[in-house]
């Protein structure tokens, strides 16, 4: 069992397959399932670059769209292959987080959706990555400054990213690099974006975007557990839990890895946790938050899975695959 598991699933290609091909089944299925709604007309909250380069998309058609988001979910799990692989976060060669986060963002329809919280998810968690390249280096204004330039992007396709921002302070302290040079760049690189928007809206008369956007954070949503539907109950339970088995047993185990990574997997685990309570509690927008927080624990559960060789910790990932399989395709009747 546990050279079948290592060599076809924690070192192989053999789950990423599976993944893929999930993925392609369960897009075509919430694609029929969009018969009356257009996919890009579900949200009309998006920033500056949403309603200059995507507000019209849906006239396209809803496979359009979908392709579109599928483009953006590919982008993700890349970007999180990549972080993984290129800062040695797990200590031996795996294809978890591809697969893992491929599996995850093809699960729900709400994660189909071609929208601006999308694409604002994913320059989040490109300039998360970019933040590890940093640690502990006493020249990191010019890669601070690039991460806000990488996070004023996002903020322009979606002002859900704004309440988020003060955490990259705390990324900061995690990594070391906490002092006024990085925030000063930080917020020119920021600055430096949101100033080359402004001066390009004005001829293209979006002007107006810039004003009443801003607005959108009035609509606050408190308490958005109480809202949970069935599934939802089951998946955040199995989500809790998984979140404090893998912070636990990292824990128990971070003699085993360097240092710097002991400080970027609890940084991500740390994220994971308050974007969830944000998600429960008090958001913007729960889908935003909500992808945000999977995207930033599929790192940590690939390090949980990926360095596993006992047969507990092999049956429980199975477990969790047949469990899961079993709520997605039950999700039409729970939902």
Not at 123 to 152: D, E, K
Not at 226 to 249: H, K, P, Q, R
Not at 319 to 329: C, P, Q, R, Y
């Amino acid at each position: 069992m546990i050279n079948f598991y290592r060599t076809y699933i924690a070192e192989g290609k053999a789950f990423v397959v599976f993944s893929i091909v999930a993925s392609i089944l369960l897009r075509s299925q919430l694609l029929l399932d969009f018969e009356t709604e257009s996919p890009a007309t579900a949200d009309n909250s998006g920033g500056y670059l949403w309603e200059l380069l995507f507000s019209n998309l849906h006239m396209q058609g809803t496979v359009a769209t979908v392709l579109g988001n599928s483009f953006v979910t590919l982008a993700v799990c890349l970007v999180l292959s990549f972080a993984s692989w290129h800062y040695s976060l797990i200590r031996e060669k795996t294809f978890l987080p591809f697969a893992i986060s491929l599996l995850v963002f093809s699960s729900q329809q709400r994660f189909l959706l071609f929208s601006p919280y999308v694409i604002a998810a994913l320059l989040c968690l490109t300039a998360i990555c970019l933040l590890f390249r940093l640690y502990q280096n006493p020249r990191a204004q010019r890669g601070v400054f690039t991460i806000g330039t990488v996070l004023g992007l996002s903020l322009l396709f979606s002002t859900q990213t704004l309440p988020y921002l003060s955490l990259v302070l705390i990324a900061l302290a995690y990594l070391r690099i906490f002092n006024l040079k990085n925030i000063l760049s930080l917020l020119l690189g920021l600055l430096f974006i949101l100033w080359i928007g402004l001066l390009t809206s004005i001829p293209t008369g979006h002007l107006h975007v810039f004003i009443d956007y801003l607005g959108q954070l009035n609509n606050i949503h408190f308490l958005h557990i109480l809202d949970f539907s069935v599934a939802e109950w089951i998946l955040s339970a199995l989500y809790v839990s998984m979140l404090g088995i893998v912070t636990v047993n990292f824990q128990f185990n971070i003699h085993k890895d360097k240092i710097r990574i002991r400080s970027q997997i609890n940084f991500l685990l740390l994220l994971s946790f308050i974007f969830y309570l944000s998600y429960c509690c008090l958001c913007w927008d729960p889908n935003f938050a909500l992808y945000l927080s999977l995207g930033t624990f599929v790192i940590p559960v690939s390090h949980y899975f990926a360095l596993t060789y006992s047969k507990f910790k092999i049956i429980f990932f199975y477990l969790l695959i047949v469990l899961f399989s079993g709520l997605i395709l039950g999700q039409s009747q729970l939902f």
